[in-house]
């Protein structure tokens, strides 16, 4: 049993953006030599998250809509009142309670196990941010 550990940085340019990071993920697997195992996707962020869901670009659409109607970003926050880093982002912590900040995908014959329509996607919710990290860890046999 082998424990790999691999990180993923990258830059976000929106508000409330998401990106597809599978190809990343899946290429990072492959190079390991890994046949079977799990891979822990993780964001390193408060107010970014991991999810699987379907890579449509309408959808897409719809999906920052929602958060932003969900938690919108004008609304009357404590947190606002004095933010530690000088980001009035409350609302993007609120957004994150109902998401996952990490996702295990299976490895079966050294490929990630996902639906057809499954893409992993990581989201930013306090954008744009220069610098932004993904940890993976992948834990398998070869």
Do not use: C
């Not at 940085?9 to 597809?20: F, V, Y």
């Not at 999906?63 to 000088?86: A, C, E, S, W």
Request: glycine content about 8%; charged content about 25%; overall charge negative.
């Amino acid at each position: 049993m082998k424990i790999l550990r691999h990180r993923i940085e990258l830059e976000t340019t929106a508000p409330i953006q998401i990106i597809d990071v599978t190809d990343q993920v899946r290429g990072w697997v492959t190079s390991t030599g890994i046949k079977d195992g799990l891979v822990t996707v993780s964001s390193l962020h408060t107010t970014a998250r991991i999810n699987v869901n379907e890579r449509e670009a309408q959808l897409e659409r719809d999906m920052i809509t929602y958060l932003k109607r969900l938690v919108p970003r004008d609304g009357d926050y404590l947190h606002n009142l004095d933010p530690i880093d000088g980001r009035d982002n409350a609302h993007s912590h609120l957004l994150g309670l109902f998401m996952n900040s990490s996702e295990t995908i299976p490895v079966a014959a050294g490929a990630l196990v996902l639906g057809g329509w499954q893409s992993i996607f990581f989201i930013e919710l306090d954008g744009p941010r220069e610098r932004r990290g993904i940890e993976l860890q992948l834990l398998g046999t070869d």
